[in-house]
């Protein structure tokens, strides 16, 4: 697991699967740990991480509600979950669901965890709004479209924009079984007048770009998801986000627009 420092306050650790990203945000004497890596051996590390560089996580925050965000509790067992309230019920409406795509990870890959995944009733943010740590606010935003629920989060005196999974550099855009095409453009749009204030973005999966860069993927992205609309499965992928498996995500998202 890689991990690097965007700001005095911001600590990204980007996980080796599915270069899903954990940000550790801090204000004062409190930080929050928001999404997660996704092995044990990085889970088990990321407290010594945070303490190393002073950051005392007292909440866990996930952008949305897919199992491979929702890890964070194994690292910080004491910490409260904060989300947004649609992700809140999108994990009471499918109950168990994390924890059945968790298992069935570990169980191809042989991976053990040290016991299952708890995850106790999340506390619901307002989205949009604020949500205090130390002597700061974090900005909450909706961002749904790939999911039906979601918020990224704007760290205002770090001018970091903590995505959730928008804007990578290594994954098309996806739309998931909840998820819609005409929502996904909306969030991108949404997120726009932030990624051009931005001095970096943290993508859900990939490692954090600056603004520049995060403005061209979101280009990319809203031509990608328009041309989806407009013409399916003939949609051209992002130049350099072409590989087999991106190719395999395309095809889905283009059975579920049409
Ligand atoms: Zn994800």
Not at 32 to 57: H, K, M, N, R, T
Not at 63 to 92: K, N, Q, S, V
Not at 114 to 131: F, I, K, N
Request: glycine share 8%.
């Amino acid at each position: 697991m890689r991990a690097v420092g965007l700001h005095a306050d911001v600590v990204v650790a980007i996980s080796r699967a599915f270069q899903t990203t954990c940000t550790l945000v801090r204000s004062g004497n409190e930080a929050f740990c928001v999404d997660s890596p996704v092995f044990p051996d990085e889970l088990e590390i990321l407290p010594a991480i945070a303490e190393q560089a002073g950051f005392p996580v007292v909440g866990v925050l996930a952008t949305h509600a897919d199992w491979d965000h929702l890890l964070g509790r194994y690292a910080f067992p004491e910490a409260p979950l904060g989300c947004a309230e649609t992700t809140a019920a999108a994990l009471i409406s499918r109950p168990g669901a994390a924890q059945r795509e968790l298992r069935a990870f570990d169980d191809e890959l042989y991976v053990e965890r040290p016991g299952p995944l708890s995850l106790p009733g999340a506390q619901s943010l307002p989205v949009p709004g604020h949500c205090g740590i130390g002597e700061a606010e974090l900005e909450l935003h909706p961002a749904d479209g790939h999911t039906a629920d979601g918020m990224a989060v704007w760290v205002p005196w770090a001018c970091v924009l903590i995505a959730g999974d928008y804007l990578s550099p290594v994954e098309i855009p996806m739309l998931s079984d909840s998820g819609s095409a005409a929502a996904y453009l909306a969030t991108l749009a949404r997120l726009e007048p932030l990624v051009e204030q931005a001095d970096h973005v943290v993508p859900g999966h990939g490692a954090p770009i600056d603004g520049t860069r995060a403005a061209a993927i979101l280009r990319e992205d809203r031509a990608y998801v328009q041309a989806l609309l407009e013409h399916g499965e003939a949609a051209k992928l992002p130049l350099a986000r072409r590989t087999g498996e991106q190719r395999r995500i395309h095809a889905a998202n283009a059975r579920r627009v049409t």
